[in-house]
Every structure is written in C-alpha cells, then in structure tokens.
Nanobody, 126 residues
Framework: EVQLQASGGGLVQAGGSLRLSCAVSGFAFDDDAIGWFRQAPGKEREGVSCISTTDGSAGYADSAKGRFTISSDNAKNTVYLQMNSLKPEDTAVYYC???????????????????WGRGTQVTVSS
C-alpha cells in the first residue's frame, strides 16, 4: 500500500521559512515523480513543485521559483520542500503526491498524480 505523509507545516510570519517533509512508503523511488501541491480556501488546487526520482531534476510553478527548493533523500524515501521568503498568499494546505513512470516538468507538476497524502497546513501571517 502506498502511503504519503506530509509534515512540517505551521504558522510563520511573512518573510519566514518552513521545511515540509513528505515520507513515502510502499512506493519505489525509481523513474517516478513526487509533487507538492497546495490548496487555499476557495481556490483550486495548485501544483507548486515536483522532483524526478530518476535524476533529481526539479520543476517549480512561477509562484515558487526563487523561493522554494525541492529535494529528495532516496535512501529515506523522503521529499522535502524548503520554503523561504514566505508570503501571506502562500497560506494553504500543502499536499504531497506521487505518480509512477512520470516526469517532472520545469514548470512544476503536470498530469495526474495517483497517490496523495493528507495535507499539512501552512499559515503565513502578515
């Protein structure tokens, strides 16, 4: 059974940082894509960033470029999202998701992701 567990959310002031973690089990880190998504109240879900487990190549939505960094520790089956210079508009529930035999676009997650974890709340105060 594939399971993804996101953690690391919290309340932070604007300009602050948070590091989200996504622990993945039951899923081989091989030729796959792991993505971070977010959904703010009243808004559609947005793909934020993704990483290829094949070569570590990463992609970011415009909203994340220059501020967020995604990384993976394949030995631990864990993907991280370092978020710096946080803004109030980054407030959302953040989800990690996985899809097998898929690529990561330079512009962030594309296509359908098959496995989803429960989200972690990120709140950025002004």
């Amino acid at each position: 059974e594939v399971q993804l567990q996101a953690s690391g959310g919290g309340l932070v002031q604007a300009g602050g940082s948070l590091r989200l973690s996504c622990a993945v089990s039951g899923f081989a880190f091989d030729d796959d894509a792991i993505g971070w998504f977010r959904q703010a109240p009243g808004k559609e879900r947005e793909g934020v960033s993704c990483i290829s487990t094949t070569d570590g190549s990463a992609g970011y939505a415009d909203s994340a470029k220059g501020r967020f960094t995604i990384s993976s520790d394949n030995a631990k089956n864990t993907v991280y999202l370092q978020m710096n210079s946080l803004k109030p508009e980054d407030t959302a529930v953040y989800y990690c998701a996985a899809v097998a035999y898929h690529y990561c676009s330079d512009y962030g997650p594309v296509g359908e992701y098959d496995y989803w974890g429960r989200g972690t709340q990120v709140t950025v105060s002004s």
